[in-house]
């Protein structure tokens, strides 16, 4: 199991950017993937991007390619997403998670979270 708690997120205007920073407890963080999600009230929580625990596999939904990048620091047991070019419907409660199952865009696959932050994006 992996204690995960996410930053950065915060109000930006459309065109702007931010990056989130999800920090891991534990020796094993170069175990896990890791993946970003996000919610928005009353909707499922979305895939977004994920990395494998090395950092040389990544993806990406289509709504984010070219404009958010997930990259991880397993020395500093970090992952982070940059997020460029954001768009107020980007608007939602970025959460981080973790797997030990690899990289994947299925929500079930992970099984540790975050408590979320929250990114607004004005128009």
């Known amino acids: 199991q992996v204690q995960l708690v996410e930053s950065g997120g915060g109000l930006v205007q459309a065109g702007g950017s931010l990056r989130l920073s999800c920090a891991a407890s534990?020796?094993?963080?170069?175990?896990?993937?890791m993946g970003w999600f996000r919610q928005t009230p009353g909707k499922e929580r979305d895939f977004v991007a994920a990395?494998?625990?090395?950092?040389?596999?990544?993806s990406y939904a289509d709504s984010v390619k070219g404009r958010f990048t997930i990259s991880r620091d397993n020395v500093k047991n970090t992952v982070y997403l940059q997020m460029n070019s954001l768009k107020p419907e980007d608007t939602a409660v970025y959460y981080c998670?973790?797997?030990?199952?690899?990289?994947?865009?299925?929500?079930?696959?992970?099984?540790?979270w975050g408590q979320g932050t929250q990114v607004t994006v004005s128009s």
């Open positions: 998670a973790a797997s030990m199952r690899g990289p994947s865009d299925i929500r079930s696959e992970y099984g540790d």
């Open positions: 534990g020796r094993t963080f170069s175990r896990y993937a």
């Open positions: 990395i494998s625990g090395s950092g040389l596999t990544k």
